[in-house]
């Protein structure tokens, strides 16, 4: 990787010192006070401090705060997963109920929340699940529940060995010996890998979660490794690789959290062959995903389970998993590359995302949230997610996966304000209040308190205690969307020349009392987003921001304790922005609140200009119309709407129309459905391609919500590329079933006599040996 560097050699009254400016920071020896990867492992340019050298303040710990009297700190009142007595986790012989992923995934935050806040109550809480847990490994190094070993707690009960819930386990198992020493757990680890090397090849990572996510135990061995230096644990590691599924190739599963922990594995495995064309397999990955599904605001892509083509706009959800799960994957790739890219990603879905997937008092969370999300009701929202049942309603007792893996996100995002760096140094990675205690240059201790009210404010400063003076490096992430960050020390101005992106490093003699100030200055950004429908999101530096919507929360359920809510709006929400009309930024005075993430506390606003637009309304079964495409023609009064940060949002629109000339609002726009067509293009209709099935007849739909009068269909296909024949079939409603349509004409449109239906649907017979490229398909009735 090429990397600028410029040095700015700059004289202070007794020590010299550099400004180094870089996009990326070197992958070098390591740092001789924390664990890096050990040879022949590449060399990691930001290293994990243990837990509990970070010590989150402000706004941040409020958020783990509020986790801790939350459901995620007392979820064994809530899950029959994660009861101690009769669970399959804590049972010597394996035995017992609830032995799959459900208890790891919630010990994996719960512990790292204990130690990062030093609860005491939840470090004994975790601990006394951690002795359970180490008690169950067998003779022969395996651990865990016994079904797991038959495969009976997966999803589809495959009957075949299941290590995914342990790779999990192993999370808390290393964060306990973190935080402890605990001489146990390396030698507890050995064993249970010894045991996995000893499998057949064909028995290892066979299907389902364990092997798309097979990433994880890589992690695992690599930092067995490194705290070992056992070398056959590297080739226990290429097996592992050979086994789990190919994201090298591209990506083998649009399951939304499968592609937001599997798309880094490349990268991780990168690290052991030093070959950037796995680095690069992974950054295509990210890429791919994003470019067909992420084009929306807010960090996420359009994964309501599966990502799924026809279902890539803003008011298609996230999983609360894959949330997490991102953020975790974004700081590991900061960890191994040292490209700030991956922290600007992890940041954009904390602050942005994240927040709004929990009730204020993160009492409750919901499975899909979404950047256009009005109603948060109980009713089904299928086929429009893939889901059925309820996914939108705040609910401390639902949404399995996500109510237990949510509590890792905050935990593992403070832990990683902070890195340590080449040369003994630290890298300021994210910013929040905060104190870091960590050795650096010789080993001496320093203690870096920062005081900030970032992302809510441009100013960070950090101010250096140590007993004596000592020279090291202190980096500083500089966001993509700063165009120019500016330093000063103790008081006096340092030259920051930077490339788009990237660190500051000042490496110097600290002494205690050393103030460092970093600004980072923020302006309010539009941008258009072309491939999705030419809508508009609107920024301030890291913030989002949503269209602030009045919010009726309405519970409901019997334990007033652990309420569950709806949320629905009671002011109007079907806004185009009217982006020739100036935006006014406005700051709340005072001080910013613990809890800002909610519409009354939003410490900044954005005044903007808008236009109703009647015809965008909820669908019927309550979720929000689409957006379509911009330009939007408007007769509505120009009006005053105010926008606030997006995870202060719980109800958003976040991406808007535009007011402008343009065709007009459809009432009753389709949603395209397909047989085994890749969707290419944002469009709804746009951009289809079946590669994979040649000489196969498949089949495309356009649905509507309600019933629509059609009588033609035009089809243009690609350039050399056409079906060897096409009919055309519409539902009928009242016989539950597809019918045949007589058409008329030549060409790329056909005609036919005009039908009311809620369903065309095109049906192609692929010629032999030849895929098929579809540019557009298109539908109207008499007046179209």
């Not at 040369?423 to 050795?439: I, R, S």
């Amino acid at each position: 990787m090429k990397r600028l560097l410029l040095l700015i050699g700059i004289a202070s009254l007794a020590f010299a010192q550099n400004v180094t400016v870089q996009p990326g920071l070197p992958a070098v020896t390591g740092n001789r006070h924390y664990q890096g990867n050990r040879t022949p492992l590449r060399p990691t340019p930001l290293m994990k401090l243990p837990i509990g050298a970070v010590r989150p303040g402000g706004w941040l710990r409020e958020q783990m705060r509020l986790m801790g009297d939350g459901f995620s700190g007392r979820l064994p009142e809530l899950s029959t997963f994660c009861k101690f007595d009769g669970n399959a986790w804590t049972d010597p012989t394996g035995h017992g109920r609830f032995g799959w992923e459900e208890l790891p995934y919630w010990l994996k935050g719960f512990i790292d929340l204990g130690y990062v806040m030093q609860d005491q109550r939840i470090i004994d809480e975790s601990r006394r699940w951690v002795e359970a847990v180490l008690a169950t490994q067998q003779a022969d190094g395996y651990f865990g529940a016994r079904t797991n070993l038959v495969g009976q707690n997966t999803l589809d009960n495959l009957e075949t060995l299941d290590i995914w819930p342990n790779m999990v386990m192993l999370y808390p198992l290393r964060t306990y010996y973190e935080a402890t020493g605990d001489r146990r757990i390396l030698p507890f680890m050995l064993r249970y890998f010894r045991w996995f090397q000893s499998l057949p090849l064909e028995a290892i990572l066979q299907q389902s979660w364990q092997k798309h996510r097979g990433g994880d135990n890589l992690d695992h061995l690599y930092w067995l490794y490194n705290q070992t230096g056992e070398a056959w644990l590297l080739d226990a590691a290429r097996v592992n690789h050979e086994r789990t599924s190919d994201w090298v190739g591209g990506v083998p599963t649009w399951h939304g959290v499968n592609v937001s922990e599997c798309f880094r594995e490349p990268a991780q495995y990168y690290q052991q062959t030093n070959d950037e064309r796995y680095l690069k397999a992974t950054e295509r990955n990210y890429d791919l995903i994003f470019g067909l599904y992420g084009q929306v605001t807010g960090g996420g892509f359009a994964s309501d389970e599966n990502a799924r083509p026809g279902y890539r706009g803003p008011r298609q959800g996230t999983e609360t998993c894959t949330w997490v799960e991102f953020m975790f994957s974004d700081e590991m790739l900061t960890a191994i590359t040292g490209d700030a890219k991956w922290a600007d990603r992890a940041e954009r879905i904390a602050v942005n995302s994240l927040p709004a997937s929990m009730t204020p008092d993160l009492k409750g969370l919901h499975y899909l949230t979404a950047p256009n999300q009005v109603q948060l009701d109980r009713g089904n929202k299928a086929p429009l997610i893939e889901n059925s049942g309820e996914m939108f309603s705040y609910d401390p007792y639902g949404y399995r996966c996500c109510q237990h893996n949510t509590a890792m996100g905050w935990p593992y995002y403070a832990q990683r304000l902070w890195m340590a760096s080449g040369g003994d140094g630290l890298a300021a990675v994210f910013y929040a209040p905060n104190t870091v205690t960590a050795k650096v240059a010789g080993g001496a201790p320093v203690t870096i308190e920062e005081t900030t009210d970032y992302p809510f404010g441009e100013t960070v400063t950090f101010v250096v205690k140590t007993t004596g003076s000592a020279r090291f490096p202190l980096s500083l992430r500089v966001p993509e969307w700063c165009p120019q960050a500016q330093l000063a020390l103790n008081g006096k101005p340092l030259p920051a020349t930077r490339a788009q992106q990237g660190w500051l490093t000042v490496e110097r003699v600290w002494n205690s009392g050393d103030q460092l100030v970093l600004t980072l200055p923020m302006q309010i950004g539009v941008r258009r987003w072309d491939t999705m429908l030419n809508a508009a999101s609107v920024s301030y530096g890291p913030l989002e921001f949503s269209l602030r919507i009045g919010e009726n929360w309405k519970p409901y359920g019997d334990n007033p304790k652990w309420q569950k809510y709806e949320v629905f709006p009671t002011t109007p929400w079907n806004y185009a922005l009217a982006l020739d009309e100036k935006m006014e930024l406005t700051r709340k005075p005072g001080a910013l609140a613990a809890q800002p993430f909610t519409p009354d506390a939003a410490p900044l606003m954005i005044k903007a200009r808008a236009r109703k637009v009647p015809e965008w309304r909820l669908e019927p079964n309550g979720m929000v119309g689409e957006i379509q495409m911009s330009p939007v023609p408007t007769t509505q009064p120009l009006e005053e709407v105010t926008l606030i940060p997006m995870g202060a949002a719980r109800l958003r629109i976040s991406m808007f129309p535009v007011v402008g000339a343009g065709p007009a609002w459809d009432a009753n726009p389709p949603m395209v459905h397909s047989s085994a067509a890749t969707h290419k293009n944002p469009a709804a209709s746009k951009g289809y391609a079946w590669d994979g099935r040649k000489g196969a007849a498949e089949w495309i739909e356009q649905r509507y919500q309600r019933p629509r009068r059609l009588s033609w269909s035009q089809a243009d296909w690609a350039a050399n590329s056409a079906p060897a024949s096409s009919k055309l079939l519409w539902w009928d409603a009242a016989s539950k079933s597809w019918k045949e349509l007589k058409t008329r004409g030549g060409g790329a449109k056909i005609e036919f006599e005009p039908v009311e239906t809620t369903a065309l649907r095109m049906q192609v017979q692929m010629a032999p040996r030849q895929g098929l490229r579809l540019a557009e398909w298109r539908v109207g009735g008499p007046k179209e």
